[in-house]
């Protein structure tokens, strides 16, 4: 992906690559090394999130112009990216016009939403929204855990965590954990990777 992003860039007159990371701890040296207009940052990356690199760099300068492209589309992933001060959010998918113009308008100090984006998102803002122990209870299902292994992670018993499953599947509309756990993971409430990351 960043073999692609480079040679799409490099084409362009007025937008220079000054440097590349593979991770998260590497994004961050990169840029407070360079201090780019604009930083391109992937949602999903080994070591540390792309949320966490976002924050780590918003602390050391607030000003940052950070454009998240990811591949992640649902509305939760959306929202906590903007909340934490993304500029823009792009699709991997996008269209390499899309990506140049909203590069341009991010480094302008311009916000980008695509249109896909925008109705992900106003689509999730529609729906029942968990509350936070439902939101770490569904997290811990994504990782294989058992109604009696989240009640002991979480110091609940397990009738308490089956009452929150139940809330959960009335408020995403599931009927059974699978059904759940699918809904979740297209709405990037929960990952496979989750490390209880809230």
């Known amino acids: 992906m960043r073999e692609g992003l480079r040679a799409v860039l490099k084409t362009q007159r007025d937008i220079e690559v000054v440097a ?41 300068k607030p000003d940052a112009k950070i454009v998240v492209v990811t591949h992640y589309g649902g509305d939760q992933d959306i ?30 100090g311009r916000r980008w939403i695509s249109p896909p984006v925008g109705a992900q998102l106003a689509a999730g803002m529609e729906m029942p929204q968990l509350t936070r122990r439902e939101v770490e209870i569904i997290r811990l299902m994504a990782n294989g855990k058992s109604n009696k292994e989240i009640g002991d992670s979480l110091g609940i018993s397990d009738n308490t965590v089956k009452v929150h499953v139940r809330n959960m599947f009335r408020k995403l509309g599931a009927t059974s954990r699978t059904e759940a756990l699918r809904i979740a993971l297209l709405r990037g409430i929960a990952h496979l990777d989750d490390h209880m990351a809230i």
């Not at 990371?21 to 080994?46: C, K, S, T, W, Y």
């Open 79 to 108: 929202y906590r990216t903007l909340h934490a001060g993304a500029k823009a959010y792009l699709l991997k998918d996008s269209p390499r016009q899309e990506l140049l113009e909203c590069i341009r308008a991010v480094h302008a």
């Open 20 to 60: 590349e990371a593979a991770n998260g701890p590497q994004a961050i040296e990169q840029f407070l090394l360079h201090r780019p207009d604009v930083l391109l940052l992937d949602l999903r990356m080994p070591e540390m999130d792309g949320i966490g690199v976002l924050r780590a760099v918003l602390e050391k």
